[in-house]
């Protein structure tokens, strides 16, 4: 996988080679654009955190909030290519960022595809119908109620799912995965992390293939499975088996619940 700042840079160089855009220099910045169910959110940010929320209206508002030394420094760039809204947000001068403060809180249709990327924040996202890739070097992820795929990578947070209908890979370097599973699993899932502990909750009667490993805890599961079962690893049937579930800690426990 690239790495976020390069992803960054893309998508900058994308702003420059499209047609002319609205860019704002301002502290506050606040902006509706008309859009329609099943069209894509591309936003990404060189800092801050950023909050995604959903309503039944064809419009997408973007609402940013900066405070701090050097806020009249950041630029948001919003624009519109075919059926994709991209916003990009940016500090002309990248070596001052200490005590500068972004957040973005975004809605968008509730039929909506989300790619958000930001350097320095967390992502939180709730309610929507849409696939959704998330990445941030710097901060948790949370998402919940979300029919489709997922796709969330932080290096250096906790990631926190519930109630996902859809296939979910999620990876962590610096911390913990809980995730939920409302129902019976349609899609496979991966969850891993090099620095935390792994949660996983699923219904009593939930019918899986389960694999999960530690290198620095134990393994545990509410479920009987049919398979192999050790003080570090299982790996078996939960019910007869279903899609395959991946859990992989190198610093942590995995603990399997019945919810």
Known sequence: MESLM????????????????????????YETINASPGEKLNLATHSG????????EDSVIVDV?????????????VDRRGDEIVVLGEKENRNSWNGLNVKFDVVVPKNFELTLRTAGG?????DLEGNVEANTSGGSISVGDIIGDIDLH???GSIRTD?????????TSGGSIDVTFAQQP???ASLTTSGGSIRASFPENVAIDIDASTSGGRVKSEFEVDGRVKKQSIRGQINGGGPQIDLRTSGGSVSIYKK
């Open 122 to 126: 967390s992502i939180d996202i709730d």
């Open 154 to 156: 932080t290096s250096g």
């Open 186 to 188: 349609s899609e496979n």
């Open 6 to 29: 390069k992803l960054l840079t893309k998508t900058a160089i994308i702003f420059a080679l499209a047609t002319p855009a609205s860019t704002i220099l301002a502290a506050d910045f």
């Open 49 to 56: 955190s950023i909050r995604i929320r959903t309503h039944n």
């Open 163 to 171: 109630n996902i209908y859809g296939e979910i890979d999620a990876h």
């Open 65 to 77: 909030d900066v405070s701090g030394k050097h806020e009249d420094e950041f630029t948001v760039t």
